[in-house]
């Protein structure tokens, strides 16, 4: 189940939710800053994790150094 995290347009807190996808958005708009109580949330994107080998096997992928170009050497 993906892992969801907003930040409070108010004051800056984060918070986050475990979803199924097809509930996100219903979830989302019952969200409450526990620090200012607002509920003006945007959704943070974060990075995404993958894992490589065969499926019995979960061996982490090392890091590729970022960017969109192998190795991220494209100076963007």
């Known amino acids: 189940m993906p892992l969801y995290e907003y930040r409070c347009r108010e004051c800056g ?3 986050e939710f475990r979803s199924t996808m097809d509930k996100k958005e219903s979830m989302a708009a019952t969200l409450k800053c526990d620090a200012c109580g607002s ?3 945007s959704q943070v994107l974060g990075g995404v ?3 490589q080998g065969s499926a019995g096997t979960k ?3 090392p890091p590729s150094g970022g960017g969109c170009c ?3 050497m494209c100076g963007l």
């Open 13 to 15: 807190q984060s918070t």
């Open 39 to 41: 509920g003006n949330f």
């Open 49 to 51: 994790a993958f894992v």
């Open 59 to 61: 061996t982490p992928m």
């Open 70 to 72: 192998s190795g991220g």
